[in-house]
């Protein structure tokens, strides 16, 4: 099966999937408001996701492996979806018309940044002319979901952070490691696409 065909199959479960849940939001509560895209796509026969690696000079979670997003706008953007498809486009230049949004994933809270962020679900085409912000972005890559999906795809080990020990959920995939809250959106999703396809 073609990975068009597979995304035409899923798309559709997905979406009621994601619309049939009581979606967890969260009060900002002192906490920044921001928006990330999930993007879903087919690549090369495989339905994939797509990641980027933040650039080295950003004030937040330099180097680390992310979702193209960021900080909700009010003057300029009229929902968390309108957040996560312009700073798509600011990001890696995913024009917001060639997204076609599925929905919205439970909020996620950054400890160390104090960020609320809420996960919006889109569809994209491949191959895409992406241009991403060498200010924001080292790196765009795409994982295959199967890959994810893996029994063995998730680990959990034991870091050091500052002389502390803490035991990190992750996935190490591609050369790259998805761990924080880009771990648990993903996270998030996959279950829903498992409990989507029963």
């Not at 339905?47 to 000079?57: G, N």
């Not at 076609?100 to 994933?105: E, N, P």
Request: charged share 25%.
């Amino acid at each position: 099966m073609s990975a068009w065909r597979m995304i035409v199959d899923l798309v559709p479960r997905l979406a009621r999937a994601i619309e049939a849940r009581v979606r967890r939001t969260l009060p900002p509560e002192g906490k920044t408001r921001a928006a990330v895209l999930v993007p879903l796509l087919p690549v090369g026969g495989v339905v994939h996701l797509l990641y980027t690696r933040r650039a080295a000079s950003l004030p937040h979670h330099q180097g680390q492996v992310a979702f193209p997003g960021g900080t909700h706008d009010g003057a300029r953007d009229e929902s968390m979806i309108a957040t996560a498809l312009r700073e798509a486009d600011e990001e890696i230049g995913l024009r917001p018309a060639d997204a076609r949004v599925l929905g919205a994933l439970d909020d996620i809270e950054t400890t160390t940044s104090r960020f609320v962020i809420t996960p919006v679900v889109a569809v994209t085409p491949h191959p895409y002319p992406f241009a991403p912000c060498p200010r924001e972005v080292d790196h765009i890559f795409t994982v295959p979901l199967a890959d994810l999906l893996a029994p063995e795809a998730e680990r959990r080990e034991t870091w050091d952070f500052g002389g502390r020990s803490v035991p990190i959920d992750h996935f190490p995939v591609g050369g790259q490691v998805i761990w924080g809250a880009t771990h648990r959106i993903t996270r998030n999703l996959l279950d829903i696409i498992v409990e989507g396809l029963r």
